[in-house]
């Protein structure tokens, strides 16, 4: 990765020394939007206008007159906003970021299950605003801290109970160290002796145990996410969500188009993760899951015969990594992003079109 970030206070240049700044935003579900970012993001009102010079609008303060966001009464013909029409709010911790974005849960709202990798990698959450703008809440502080993926693939806030967090990054060893974690996804011995040395796999590391793990292999003109599990005791705290995240980060940086997965039907837990982690339905394989294909018979969950296998697919928004603009000491700008070859590279495939 190649990224800048100029550390430490910056003082405005001599020539440009605003006592305020704000910027303004059309909208084009103006009350929604004002209740949003007043009810729900919890920013204070400083100011408000009603047809001054044909337009309605309302003055946030972040928190106050010195930084302000104006959402205007959008016109009728005004484009819609662009996928990178974002609020960044920095904080200080994954706690920081749970309490900040509690009112938007209480209210109903939830979070973008399919973020851009950038910010699914670093453990951002990302909300949408009644036009579609994003409100991201990230768990560090740009220009004073390192970018959480900076110290593995992705970071998240399992160690919020005092362990320590958890970090992602790819796993070079034996893959035998990690059987009992393959085995939790998969009920065929035979299966996964047939594919548990293919592909690349991330690994979840809580200290230095693995905690979960994902398997990505390549096929055709996909990557299937062939294996993945937590370890029990920490499910459901977003250490699944953060292994994809990574994954599609890395697949996107690596110039894949798209990530496909296969589950059982009957398993309707697996079904809602994956959905909720932005796969779309894609095909049913009908009877997958016989003696024939290595599964004992006959194998139920949650009251459902174990049948059919269900194929899933996420596409990958941009065949390079993600891009930010970076503003130097000097005033010079730098785009940063993670080179398709670096990333490459990275996924260990040398320098060839497929990363795996
Ligand atoms: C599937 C698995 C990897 C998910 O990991 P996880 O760390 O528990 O998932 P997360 O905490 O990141 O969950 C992300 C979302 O999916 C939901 N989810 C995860 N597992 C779920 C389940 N079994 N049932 C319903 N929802 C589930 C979470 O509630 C969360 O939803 P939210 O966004 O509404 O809060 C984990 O449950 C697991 O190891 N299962 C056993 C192995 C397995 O079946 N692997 C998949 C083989 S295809």
């Known amino acids: 990765m190649n990224r800048t970030a100029a550390i430490g206070t910056c003082a405005w240049p001599a020539h440009l020394r605003p006592g305020a700044l704000r910027w303004a935003r059309p909208s084009a579900h103006y009350a929604a939007t004002v209740a949003f970012y007043r009810d729900a993001v919890g920013l204070p009102v400083v100011g408000e206008f009603t047809a001054s010079f044909g337009e309605d609008g309302t003055i946030f303060g972040l928190p106050d007159t010195g930084i302000q966001m104006e959402i205007v009464r959008a016109h009728p013909a005004s484009a819609g906003p662009d996928g990178f029409d974002q609020l960044v709010l920095y904080l200080n911790d994954m706690e920081a970021v749970t309490t900040a974005t509690a009112p938007l849960r209480k209210q109903g709202f939830t979070p973008d299950p399919a973020p851009h990798g ?31 993926v900076d110290g593995g693939i992705g970071i998240t806030d399992a160690g919020a109970d005092g362990e320590p967090p958890v970090h992602v ?170 080179p398709p070859s670096t990333a490459v590279d990275h996924l260990g495939g040398g320098a060839t079109a497929h990363p795996f």
């Not at 453990?123 to 970018?147: K, N, Q, S």
């Not at 599990?229 to 110039?255: E, F, K």
């Open 169 to 338: 990054d790819w796993h070079d060893g034996d893959r035998a160290a990690l059987r009992s974690l393959f085995e939790e996804a998969e009920d065929s011995r035979a299966q996964l002796d047939g594919y548990i040395d293919t592909g690349r796999v991330l690994v979840a590391r809580r200290g230095s145990d693995a905690v979960g793990h994902l398997q990505l292999v390549p096929t055709g003109d996909a990557v299937e996410l062939k294996n993945m599990a937590v370890v029990p005791h920490l499910r459901g705290r977003g250490i699944g969500r953060l292994l994809v995240g990574a994954a599609v980060d890395a697949c996107a940086a690596g110039g894949m188009s798209r990530i496909v997965v296969a589950t059982a039907a009957a398993d309707t837990g697996n079904l809602r993760f994956y959905q909720r982690c932005g796969f779309r339905f894609a095909s049913v394989e009908h009877d997958a899951f016989t003696p024939a294909t290595g599964y004992s018979d006959p194998t139920v969950i949650d009251g459902i015969p174990l049948l059919d296998r269900v194929w899933l697919s996420r596409e990958l928004r941009s065949p390079v990594g993600p891009s930010r603009a970076v503003v130097r000491d000097d005033g010079t700008q730098q785009t940063s992003s993670i």
């Open 118 to 148: 950038y910010w699914a990698a670093n453990g951002a959450v990302v909300f949408r605003d009644p036009d579609g703008r994003g409100v991201v809440f990230a768990p560090w502080v740009y220009g004073r801290d390192a970018d959480p």
